[in-house]
């Protein structure tokens, strides 16, 4: 899988914008980008996932360039029940990939009031 | 609640001891994974299932630990011979085939060794 570089920490107040940007220069053809969100005590839980441009849910959307070198995880209006490890995973589809992810160290997003 | 389930949520154990943890994935989830999570850091992957047939080892698990999915559904974690090195969140997540990189985790079994 992919390796990921993303910042350790950011720190945000209630209802600004957060954007968590990701960097992915090894990322394969067949490669997806999908982020994670992990409250302490807790597994980690899906967010979002994108293979280009743009992808909105009613949690976050991602941004993903052409190249697809990178991609941004934009969290709008933050609360403080935001706060938590934010983690962007690259990988394939298909019954031939294991499937297993691989996590970075992630970024640990804290929102004040 | 029709999520993955995990089985304790936490375990006290005395080095040495053997220590065994389930996991309910989502039912018709046909791929199951184990990992385990230490302070400050990401979840490691150590296995997992494609029914009830095991296709990958990390490493990462020793001879002291051994999983088992029997019929396709639950899956266990055991630990042989405790050690303090041990002590972590272990992770339990379940997916469909063809969306295997969308894994839904469980709460968590988090485990001190003493």
């Known amino acids: 899988l992919a390796k990921t570089t993303q910042p350790i920490s950011m720190d945000s107040y209630e209802g600004q914008e957060v954007n968590i940007t990701c960097s992915h220069n090894?990322?394969?053809?067949?490669?997806?980008i999908t982020w994670y969100q992990q409250f302490p005590s807790q597994g980690p839980r899906f967010i979002i996932q994108?293979?280009?441009t743009k992808v909105t849910n009613e949690v976050a959307s991602l941004f993903i360039p052409a190249d697809r070198k990178s991609s941004t995880l934009s969290l709008p209006r933050v609360s403080l029940s935001d706060t938590a490890v934010y983690y962007c995973?690259?990988?394939?589809?298909?019954?031939?990939?294991?499937?297993?992810?691989?996590f970075g160290q992630g970024t640990t997003l804290q929102v004040k009031p | 609640d029709t999520g993955v389930s995990q089985d304790p949520r936490h375990k006290i154990t005395k080095r040495g001891q053997n220590v065994t943890f389930r996991c309910d994935p989502i039912?018709?989830?046909?791929?199951l994974y184990w990992y385990r999570q230490t302070l400050g850091q990401g979840p490691e992957f150590l296995t997992y299932f494609q029914n009830e047939a095991q296709l990958e080892k990390s490493r990462l698990l020793s001879d002291r630990f051994s999983a088992e999915r029997p019929k396709g559904s639950f899956s266990t974690l055991e630990i042989q011979r405790t050690e303090q090195g041990d002590s972590a969140m272990y992770l339990c997540?379940?997916?469909?085939?063809?969306?295997?990189?969308?894994?839904?985790f469980g709460p968590g079994t988090r485990l001190l060794v003493l």
């Open positions: 995973l690259v990988g394939g589809r298909g019954s031939s990939n294991t499937g297993k992810l691989i």
């Open positions: 994108g293979y280009k």
């Open positions: 090894n990322i394969a053809t067949n490669d997806y």
């Open positions: 039912s018709e989830h046909n791929r």
């Open positions: 997540a379940s997916s469909l085939t063809e969306k295997q990189e969308t894994q839904y």
